[in-house]
């Protein structure tokens, strides 16, 4: 087992986190708000006692957990072919993060809509990571 590149995990952390900025904000923020009901000017909901800079300091803290468990994972296979980096990120998103996120909403009852846009960019931020686990390796 090699060991777990930091560089890259911190790296890629970025990577998705920027995902999201673009995925939320200028890509598809309008139609993501309106699928969770945001009128235009009002923040999402973030509870009573956590504000906007919590949250986002908690995303970035809880994808850094993820590109952790890329890294370790990634260190384990030494040597591996460049396309499985794409296709271990991409198939965790796809075959983990995707379902539990949709089973969530089947119970809470969201809209289909809030569901393949929320798929996307879960899809395009581990691909992100792996294509920084890739190009570091």
């Not at 956590?50 to 970035?60: C, I, K």
């Not at 850094?64 to 890329?70: C, D, R, V």
């Amino acid at each position: 087992m090699g060991h777990i590149n930091f560089v890259a995990v911190l790296l890629a952390a970025v990577a998705a986190y920027a995902v999201g900025a673009l995925w939320y904000g200028v890509l598809f923020g309008k139609a993501w708000r309106a699928a969770l009901g945001i009128v235009p000017g009002q923040s999402p909901k973030v509870g009573p006692k956590v504000g906007m800079p919590a949250m986002l300091g908690g995303h970035f803290v809880l994808i850094l957990l993820s590109a952790l468990l890329l890294g370790h994972n990634f260190a384990r296979l030494p040597g591996i072919p460049g396309h499985l980096y794409f296709m271990m990120s991409g198939g965790i998103a796809a075959f983990f993060v995707v379902p539990a996120l949709w089973i969530n909403y089947l119970y809470q009852g969201q809209s289909r809509k809030l569901a393949l846009i929320d798929a996307g960019h879960w899809i395009t931020a581990y691909l992100a990571m792996g294509t920084v686990f890739w190009a570091l390796r």
